[in-house]
C-alpha cells in the first residue's frame, strides 16, 4: 500500500495549497492512506481550527498530526479529544486533552499513526524514545503498520529515532523545521525514513513567516509579530510504498511550487 504524508501545513495559504494541489496528487500517486502535520494550518499560521482542519478532510487528507503549536488557538483543548482523525504528540503529560496516537484500517489492514515530540529545541514532552520503546510494546500485536510524524527540531534527534525504530516501526517522518530535506532511505531493518518533510504554505516568506519581517528581526534583534506570508504557494510531502509484509519499499520526496 501506499501512504502520502504531507509536512507542516502552514496558515490559509498551506490549506489553499493542499486544496490545489492534493487531489492531482491523489489522482496521480493513488495513494491509500494521507497524512498531514496540520500543527500551524489555523488560518493566522498559528496552531489548528476545526474550520482548517475541515477544509483539509475536504481535500482528502485522512489524518492529521501535530506538534509544538498544537494548541496555540486557545479552544482547541475542548475538541481535540472529539476527533479521532487527529493526533497530538503522544510524549506529552497524560493530563494533555487529545490523544497522541490513532489507528485507522487501510485495505483490510491496522496502521497505528504515532505522534512523538523531540526533546532539543523543544522541551515540551517526555523522552520520546523511551515512549517509543513502551508503545511499540503496547501496540504491536494489535496493529500491523505504524507510521511515526516525529516532531522535532534537530537532524541528530531525528536520525537518532530513524535508527532506534528500525524494524519496528514502518516509517519515521520528521516534521517540525520546514524545510525538506534530502536524505529520505529505506534503513536496514525495512523502515522508511526522512529527516524532515518540508513545509505546505508560502512559497516566498522564511518558514511560512513574511521574509520583510523575519529580516527585521535579525537585523533590528527585537520581537517582532510574525503574520503569515503572501503569494506563491508550494506542497512538501513523502510517498511511501509499503509492501504486505511491512516493509517499505520505496521512498519518495514531492514539492510542488508554485510558479
Ligand atoms: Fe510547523
Ligand atoms: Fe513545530
Known sequence: MRWLMLGDITGHPGVAAVARYLPGLITKHRPDLVLANAENSAQNGRGITRQAAERLYDAGVEILTLGNHAFDQKDTASWLGDDPRIVRPANLHTSVPGQGYTTVKVKGKVVAV???IGPAGIPLGSNPFLFFDQ?????????????VDFHAEFTSEK????????????????????????DERILPGGTGYLTDVGMTGPRDGVL??????VIRKFIDQLPAKFDVADGFLQLSGVLIDVSESGRVTKIERIQQLEQ
Open 114 to 116: 504515532l505522534n512523538l
Open 135 to 147: 508503545f511499540y510494546k503496547d501496540i504491536s500485536a494489535s496493529c500491523d503498520f505504524l507510521f
Open 159 to 182: 536520525l537518532a529515532m530513524g535508527w532506534h525504530a528500525d524494524g519496528r516501526a514502518t516509517a519515521v517522518i520528521g516534521t517540525h523545521t520546514h524545510v525538506q530535506t534530502a
Open 208 to 213: 511560512g513567516v513574511r521574509k520583510e519581517t
